[in-house]
């Protein structure tokens, strides 16, 4: 009896470490939760035999956690977004990007690229944008809603659901008075505050994790939230609505990089030129409906021109942030 | 002898590993960042300063701390008006009666606290079972705003800490001598005096350890106030959170995790003064 158990073992143990070893090379990815459907990973794996350990997070801050916190060349690609780029490349964290390696980088759409981030696509390029919007239950609310401002209408009390982002909302309140959504100008931060305590009574809950799941119970009929959420809600509920404030809104890029020390270089480019073929975008966009900065046909409603003429970057704005974060805690 | 010491040496040494490695070490290291400043990447400048400390008492912080202790006061406040007269029921019941029932009372307790505090969503929710039913029985017109709010965020903590509270509680309601309440029964006692003048004197410490449990977490538990608070409210654990993810400040995380211990350290020694054993905390 012992020996069938310990012969057992063994087999077990024999047919765990085959699977493992069939790939002839190995790619470490780090990736937002919930961003690349898992039968696009199983392709990749299949076509090039290259097994892709798949690690995921769920914020920028996170994701700068665990690249300068782990040992180089553990992790080869990993998505950061727009503002994150920007500081992974003061810290020395990123290579450079040979552009030559990447024959399906033609796909990418010139609008998308030369970002303030990164000037010139050194470092990184595009993987999927999104931007902030409204979206309205019509089937409660049928006034004209086009500003941030009309959020402030007293009609609402209770009954908008916002992302708990302070960048993001203190930025809209920035826009809503007039300003640069990363105005640092303290005078101006007071008018944000005001404006945001004036619209207190009318918020019902901050959410980032799904602030669709309101709409879809009918807890709250207004919401400012990223697109891509925005259009999972309406594909749910058709009576909502999706408005573009007329004062402008965030956008946010998440884009492939190479970390600094990558042991896997040339799979790291296999993935990323991958990614960037136009049917394996299409099928990302397909079941996460962003933004593709690709030259293919967006599921996405939103037009590439009104995303970037009226959008807004997030940028790092240095030690200004304490003031950004007390804010925050005296609106809430 | 010698042979029974190296045994308890052997026994003692994972958990003074444990402790050192993954208690106080990052607790040193807490300490240690609390005194430096914050560059304008979310670095660390090893530079000595204070200002962390000063920092916290800016009227703004000082509010966050006075909603958090009036969040967590009321939460401890309910859990001991339910587990008063939940203990004094089960004193006359069997020995069986009241194992049962103080088992049932933990078993929600073996699942995940995010999961049941997400359950809770069911319940509250505009659309949810209490709302409807309450309407289906023509009691209100209007939903009510049970969560979203402050008080969503208490009765998700009075549920959630409810054991800490009833587990010391009800042990110290056991123990009362039956003869104590009998002699003040023939003496005339009424059942409030009876709670007031044996009762609760004999029972007070039990409710202190009890409190300092249920109050200690309930100005932490960040999950519960973005979860039915619906990110409205900001209580210390968030604040603490905050620092360390978006506003990128460790420094001024750590000053107010310092100081979050230092109060906890108070409230033990009012405990003690007043008569507490601290084996009594961590003995249940």
């Known amino acids: 009896m012992k020996k069938v158990i310990v012969l057992m073992i063994v087999i077990f143990l024999l047919s765990g470490c085959s699977s493992g070893s069939s790939y002839k090379g190995v790619v470490n990815v780090l990736n937002w939760t919930s961003y690349i459907p898992d039968n696009v990973i199983k392709d990749f794996e299949d076509e090039y035999n290259i097994k892709v350990n798949y690690g995921t997070y769920s914020s920028n801050e996170e994701l700068l956690a665990k690249i300068s916190s782990s040992k180089e060349g553990t992790y080869d690609v990993i998505f950061p977004s ?50 902030v919007v409204m979206a309205v239950n019509r089937n409660h609310l049928k006034d004209n809603i086009s500003s941030y401002n009309d ?66 119970t009918e807890e709250a009929d207004i919401g400012i939230m990223w697109h891509a959420e925005a259009e999972i809600a309406k594909e749910e509920n058709p009576n909502i609505e999706i408005i573009y404030p007329s004062e402008g809104h965030a956008i946010s890029t998440d884009n492939y990089t190479i970390v600094k020390g990558a042991k896997n270089i040339n799979n790291a480019y296999l993935f990323i030129n991958y990614l960037m073929r136009k049917e394996v975008a299409l099928k990302i966009t397909e079941e996460y409906p962003y933004i593709s900065p690709l030259k293919i046909t967006q599921k996405s409603k939103v037009s590439v021109d009104h995303v ?17 974060d007390k804010l925050w805690a005296d609106i809430k | 002898m010698k042979k029974n010491n190296l045994f308890k040496f052997i026994c003692l040494t994972p958990v003074i590993v444990y402790a050192i490695l993954l208690i106080l070490l990052p607790l040193v290291y807490i300490l240690f960042l609390s005194f430096c400043e914050s560059d304008s990447y979310g670095g660390i400048i090893y530079h000595f300063t204070l200002s962390n400390y000063f920092t916290i008492f800016d009227i703004t912080y000082v509010k966050i701390f006075l909603k958090s202790s009036l969040i967590a006061l009321s939460s401890t406040f309910l859990c001991i008006l339910i587990s008063y007269p939940f203990s004094i029921f089960l004193r006359d019941k069997s ?44 009691i209100i017109d209007h939903p009510l705003n049970l969560m979203y709010n402050n008080l969503g965020i208490v009765i998700g903590m009075t549920y959630t800490l409810l054991p800490f509270m009833i587990l010391p509680v009800s042990s110290a309601v056991f123990k009362i001598d039956q003869s104590l309440i009998e002699a003040a029964r023939d003496l005339g006692a009424g059942p409030i005096s009876i709670f007031r003048k044996i009762i609760v004197p004999e029972t007070i410490s039990g409710v202190f350890n009890g409190s300092l449990m249920v109050f200690i977490p309930a100005i932490g538990y960040f999950f519960i106030a ?51 054993k601290l084996d009594d905390l961590g003995g249940m």
């Open chain 1, 82 to 131: 727009d503002y994150m780029v920007e500081l992974l490349i003061s810290k020395g964290l990123l290579q450079k990007i040979d552009k030559n390696k990447l024959s399906n980088s033609v796909n990418v759409d010139r609008t998308f690229l030369n970002q303030t981030y990164d000037m010139s696509n050194d470092y990184s390029l595009p993987f999927l944008s999104t931007i």
């Open chain 1, 151 to 216: 959020l402030l209408n007293e009609k609402y009390k209770n009954n908008i659901v916002l992302i708990d982002d302070q960048r993001i909302i203190i930025g809209m309140a920035l826009l809503a008075k007039g300003y640069d959504m990363n105005d640092t100008n303290i005078y101006h931060l007071d008018e944000a505050k005001e404006w945001l305590l004036d619209l207190k009574d009318n918020v019902k809950a901050y959410d980032s994790d799904s602030p669709k799941t309101f709409f879809i």
């Open chain 1, 308 to 324: 970037f003429s009226k959008g807004f970057y997030v940028k790092n704005i240095g030690l200004d942030i304490k003031n950004y």
């Open chain 2, 95 to 138: 020995e069986k009666t009241r194992n049962l029932m103080i088992k049932l009372v933990m078993v929600p307790f073996l699942t995940n606290s995010l999961i049941r505090t997400y359950g809770w969503i069911v319940l509250l929710r505009k659309t949810g079972i209490i709302n409807s039913a309450l309407i289906n029985l023509n």
């Open chain 2, 226 to 276: 973005d979860i039915l608070g619906g990110g409205k409210a900001m209580i210390i654990g968030n604040l603490i959170k905050n620092q360390f993810l978006t506003a990128r400040n460790w420094p001024l995380g750590s000053a107010i995790s310092i100081f979050l211990i230092i109060v906890t350290f108070g409230l033990v020694q009012i405990y003690k003064k007043l008569g507490g």
